[in-house]
């Protein structure tokens, strides 16, 4: 389990400290890895193919991604990632056609990088004319290539683009023809080529707060602990949090509390399935009670450490959003 320490300042935000008390803890699932082989995707294609679609997409899955570089600064763009604390192991480079040196210096740039090691693939995105067009009338622009076309039309830059994109098509490893697909399917297409074991990995966030201070904006899910008893009025429990061993283990005993927690778990289950299929990667669950210093405290470790025993390699981040508030 990697932990992430935080504090809280009086804004309520959140910023890194190297102290003992954890407000922020992560948690990983057992098929987590943190070193892997440095790897290039290069996103080019037909103009309206989707291209945007496939960098979000690659984002997502742990790639970090750059938009129209000259190829000639490819090799140093890996070199400095491989340099960067931490490395960065998974490039995505989009390249369009008004890159006007890509089609001619691709093929030694993909030489460049195999002999370095870098596996590098070169997905290609197309469509039918016809889509292209439409796609285009909806976003009302230009295409890249329209201007320099003989009669200035939109079909004539699309062959024009097709013409000079004809050799990367060529040496692409992996063409996609988008024209019948929807985002989501599109979505889900590339993840079966490049996402691996991220292709199922969610980041889920549980989080603690009290109700007293408002719910979380961008919570998911909201758990309600107040049906527990409140250890506030224990004398010896008052001062203490959630994250203490005799307030977690008064909160965890209480009537209910077991229960709750695994109808808790079960519902995070089975909506983190339907997140996977729906291409979702990021979920907030939010546990509250009054103050957010005792009972939701306690019930948000326990979820993140029963969420967190998993063999989906998940990110579980357990977040105390009031705690220290009072």
């Known amino acids: 389990m990697t932990r992430v320490e935080a504090s809280t300042d009086t804004a309520g935000n959140s910023k890194a400290t190297d102290t003992g008390d954890s ?3 992560t948690r990983r699932g057992r098929s987590g890895s943190d070193s892997a082989p440095v790897e290039v995707v290069i996103v080019t ?3 309206g193919a989707g291209r945007g679609t496939a960098a979000r997409v690659l984002e997502d899955l742990g790639y970090y991604v750059a ?12 070199d400095l990632g491989r340099g960067a604390e931490p490395p960065i192991r ?3 480079l989009v390249m369009d056609v008004r890159n006007r040196f ?6 030694v740039v993909g030489e460049q990088l195999r002999a370095a090691g870098v596996r590098t693939r070169i997905l290609f995105l197309e469509a039918s004319d016809d889509v292209l067009i439409r796609r285009f009338g909806f976003a009302r622009r230009r295409h890249p290539l329209q201007s320099e076309s003989a009669d200035g039309t939109l079909t004539a830059g699309i062959a024009a683009e097709r013409q000079r994109l004809d050799p990367v098509k060529t040496a692409a ?6 024209t019948a697909l929807s985002i989501h399917q599109l979505h889900r297409k590339l993840e079966e080529v490049y996402g691996g074991d991220a292709a199922t990995v969610l980041q889920l966030t549980v989080q603690s707060f009290g109700f007293k201070y408002g719910v979380p904006l961008d919570a998911d899910m909201v758990f309600d602990l ?5 250890p506030h009025w224990i004398s010896e429990l008052r001062e203490k949090t959630g994250q203490d061993a005799p307030v977690s283990e008064y909160v965890l005993s209480r009537p209910g509390a077991q229960d709750y927690l695994g109808t808790a778990r079960h519902l995070v289950d089975l909506t983190t399935e339907g997140y996977r299929q729906e ?5 907030t669950v939010a546990v509250g009670c009054t103050g957010g210093k005792h009972r939701s405290v306690a019930i948000a470790e326990a979820l993140g450490d029963a969420l967190a025993d998993n063999d989906a390699g998940d990110v579980v981040r357990v977040v105390h959003r009031d705690l220290g508030r009072e």
């Open 45 to 47: 294609g037909l103009s």
């Open 226 to 230: 107040r049906f527990l008893p409140n």
């Open 102 to 107: 890509f089609t001619g210096n691709l093929a």
């Open 90 to 92: 998974k490039l995505a």
């Open 67 to 78: 938009d129209n570089l000259p190829p000639e600064l490819i090799v140093r763009m890996v």
């Open 173 to 178: 490893d992996v063409v996609i023809d988008t």
């Open 279 to 283: 291409g979702k990667r990021y979920m």
């Open 23 to 25: 407000q922020s803890t």
